[in-house]
């Protein structure tokens, strides 16, 4: 599903960043993968490349046998809209929108009719838990709702990959692990590929395995379980 071949990304001219290091990895269909590290790390620059936000200084990306550096800037918005739902920890819901219409903004955006879109993001938001809030704006949500809410958004699409970038960091412990029990449950339903970012080694461990990346490079690779995954 995802595959770096010698990827490096550096930044300035001058005095050059190394952010990342010829990165190698494959992550499989199928399986979770947690990327820990400290700030600074490279954490954020990895999935900026992995999500087609940035392009590597050298090397290569494939997401689900694309790859990235040979599209352009509106195929790859695209290949993102399509292959890749996003959480955040800020949740990133648009706060003048309610549920449902924040929900439904992919499926507008793939040109779909509203009565379509609205019945499909309804399902979406009752598979969440949050049928009796559709109407709701973010600011009449819990931290917990609102990441549901963005779970949805990220999920109704049904894109094969979901990156997480420190979904339960804004929440208290027990509706993280909520958080964290929802999308073990969607990851099985919908076999997705999950790649988590986070600093919470208990939201790590529910992983198949975890990356530890410092300075750039990925230092460690612990396997948790062993599970049958499809190829990438």
């Known amino acids: ?7 490096s990304k550096n930044y300035g001219t001058v005095e050059v960043v190394h952010a990342l290091k010829n990165l190698n990895l494959n992550i499989e269909r199928g399986e979770r993968v947690a990327l820990m590290g400290p ?10 490349l992995v999500c087609g936000l940035d392009e590597p200084t050298t090397g290569s990306i494939k997401i689900d046998g694309i790859e990235l550096s040979q599209l352009g800037d509106d195929a790859r918005t695209r290949a993102r809209r399509e292959k890749i739902g ?45 049928k009796d809030r559709e109407s709701h704006r973010p600011d009449e949500l819990s931290g917990g ?21 420190e979904p339960t ?6 509706t993280g692990e909520e958080i964290l ?3 073990e449950e969607l990851h099985r339903e919908f076999n997705s590929t999950l790649l988590l970012v986070t600093h919470n080694e208990l939201a790590a461990q529910r992983c198949d ?6 300075d750039g490079v990925i230092i460690g690779e612990e396997h948790l379980r062993h599970g049958e995954h499809g190829t990438d």
Not at 113 to 124: D, I, L, P, S, V
Not at 145 to 165: F, G, K, N, S, T
Not at 169 to 174: I, K, P, Q, R
């Open 1 to 7: 599903m995802i595959q770096l071949v010698d990827v």
């Open 145 to 165: 709702e609102r990441q549901r809410v963005a779970i949805a958004r990220a999920l109704v699409l049904r894109p094969p990959l979901l990156l997480a970038d």
């Open 86 to 130: 996003m959480i955040f920890q800020t949740f990133n819901l648009l706060p003048t929108l309610t549920a449902l219409e924040n929900v439904s903004l992919p499926l507008r955006l793939q040109g779909l009719g509203r009565r379509e879109t609205e019945e499909r993001a309804g399902k979406m938001l009752e598979r969440v838990g949050l």
């Open 181 to 183: 029990d929802l999308l």
């Open 169 to 174: 960091g804004n929440l208290d412990t027990a």
């Open 209 to 214: 395995r975890i990356l530890t990346i410092r």
């Open 39 to 48: 700030s600074g790390s490279g954490k954020s620059t990895f999935l900026n």
